[in-house]
């Protein structure tokens, strides 16, 4: 779960990023936020993953009160969280499935759990023919569906998607989002940040529009395939 409870963020010059913002997901949800550039979705995630505090509020991410959690603590409440970036991110020098099992190895998870967790999460992400495929001979679709699996890898409460679909073909997009909302429906709660609206009125759900640190917007929108 995560709830921000009259959350604001003003940064050292004088930036008001966030204003006195209350926000609740549920464990299982999946949400889309969206908003124009500098209107407060980068420090939202920020906040969350605690790579920043806020200034005034509460914080609260799977469990963990990220007001007053001690920084010892932050790599622990870390693990509960994957992330995907726009740009990929994986090392160039590792085939697949190195590149997933790395998450593992960091964390010293048992080599027989590696085993079977590696393949099983490159199976859901339908790559099981790319497993000894390096970096450079994936498609940009590919590498993302990499990258979610490598999110998806040391089984987290919750996924943060940023712009996943920012550097893929749009006709793949859909697919991303598909396999994204394919994890959801396991369980895992995924929070999808996005500025492209196509997806978001394709797929509907909740939407959660921020624009000048504010939420100006919080519902749930059908999809095309609703009625």
């Given at each position: 779960?995560?709830?921000?409870?009259?959350?604001?963020?003003?940064?050292?010059?004088?930036?008001?990023?966030?204003?006195?913002?209350?926000?609740?997901?549920?464990?299982?949800?999946?949400?889309?936020?969206?908003?124009?550039?500098?209107?407060?979705?980068?420090?939202?995630?920020?906040?969350?993953?605690?790579?920043?505090?806020?200034?005034?509020?509460?914080?609260?991410?799977?469990?963990?009160?990220?007001?007053?959690?001690?920084?010892?603590?932050?790599?622990?409440?870390?693990?509960?969280?994957?992330?995907?970036?726009?740009?990929?991110?994986?090392?160039?020098?590792?085939?697949?499935?190195?590149?997933?099992?790395?998450?593992?190895?960091?964390?010293?998870?048992?080599?027989?759990?590696?085993?079977?967790?590696?393949?099983?999460?490159?199976?859901?992400?339908?790559?099981?023919?790319?497993?000894?495929?390096?970096?450079?001979?994936?498609s940009g679709g590919e590498q993302q569906r990499v990258a979610i699996a490598r999110a998806l890898v040391n089984d987290p409460q919750l996924i943060i998607a940023d712009e996943p679909?920012?550097?893929?073909?749009?006709?793949?997009?859909?697919?991303?989002?598909?396999?994204?909302?394919?994890?959801?429906?396991?369980?895992?709660?995924?929070?999808?940040?996005?500025?492209?609206?196509?997806?978001?009125?394709?797929?509907?759900?909740?939407?959660?529009?921020?624009?000048?640190?504010?939420?100006?917007?919080?519902?749930?929108?059908?999809?095309?395939?609703?009625?």
């Amino acid at each position: 779960m995560v709830e921000l409870k009259n959350v604001s963020v003003t940064y050292s010059t004088g930036v008001d990023a966030l204003n006195n913002v209350s926000l609740k997901i549920n464990d299982g949800e999946f949400a889309f936020v969206v908003g124009s550039s500098g209107a407060g979705k980068s420090t939202l995630i920020k906040l969350i993953l605690k790579e920043i505090d806020a200034t005034s509020g509460i914080v609260m991410v799977n469990d963990y009160n990220l007001s007053t959690l001690k920084r010892k603590k932050i790599p622990e409440f870390r693990r509960t969280i994957g992330f995907v970036f726009q740009d990929f991110r994986l090392i160039p020098s590792m085939t697949v499935y190195e590149n997933i099992a790395f998450v593992l190895r960091v964390i010293d998870a048992p080599k027989k759990y590696i085993r079977k967790r590696v393949p099983y999460v490159i199976s859901l992400v339908g790559l099981q023919e790319k497993s000894n495929s390096y970096p450079n001979q994936l498609s940009g679709g590919e590498q993302q569906r990499v990258a979610i699996a490598r999110a998806l890898v040391n089984d987290p409460q919750l996924i943060i998607a940023d712009e996943p679909t920012g550097n893929i073909d749009p006709e793949l997009s859909y697919e991303i989002v598909d396999l994204l909302k394919g994890i959801n429906d396991c369980g895992t709660t995924i929070l999808m940040v996005t500025h492209e609206h196509d997806l978001v009125r394709h797929f509907g759900g909740r939407i959660i529009n921020i624009d000048s640190g504010e939420i100006v917007f919080d519902e749930v929108i059908g999809g095309v395939n609703e009625d």
